[in-house]
């Protein structure tokens, strides 16, 4: 680009992000993100480091943090959702965004271990 081209950080981001994360691309990301589920068989660790590894191939996917974790907790299989309910007291989507998705991750951990 020549320069001067860019005269806001807004601008830039928003030409770098249509250059490397097309219209197409963001569509698909989100559709990846909003349609996730458990595998049969799959732990909580391994289906919570899945679930991660969509967030770090599209960082910019614009979902609130609250549908993220909707999503999420939404597509687990019938036994982990019990398991996270037990662990938490039944009150898991009462908590915010932040704290759920880290008493989730915490628990992936405990799980792996």
């Known amino acids: 680009m020549p320069p001067n081209t860019f005269t806001t950080w807004d601008n830039l981001s928003r030409t770098f992000l249509n250059k490397y994360f ?3 691309k963001m569509a698909k990301f989100k559709m990846d993100i909003t349609n996730f589920s458990q595998l049969d068989g799959e732990l909580l660790y391994e289906v ?3 679930f991660r590894d969509l ?4 960082p910019y996917h614009g ?5 993220i974790v909707q999503n999420f907790y939404n597509d687990l299989s019938f036994s982990t959702k019990m398991t996270i309910d037990a662990a938490t007291g ?3 989507m009462a908590k915010s965004p ?11 951990v ?4």
């Open 55 to 58: 967030f770090q191939k599209y």
């Open 90 to 92: 039944g009150v898991l």
């Open 22 to 24: 097309s219209p197409g």
């Open 48 to 50: 919570w480091e899945s």
């Open 98 to 108: 932040q704290k759920t998705q880290s008493l989730i991750k915490e628990m992936a």
């Open 63 to 67: 979902l609130p943090d609250s549908l």
């Open 110 to 113: 405990n799980n792996y271990q």
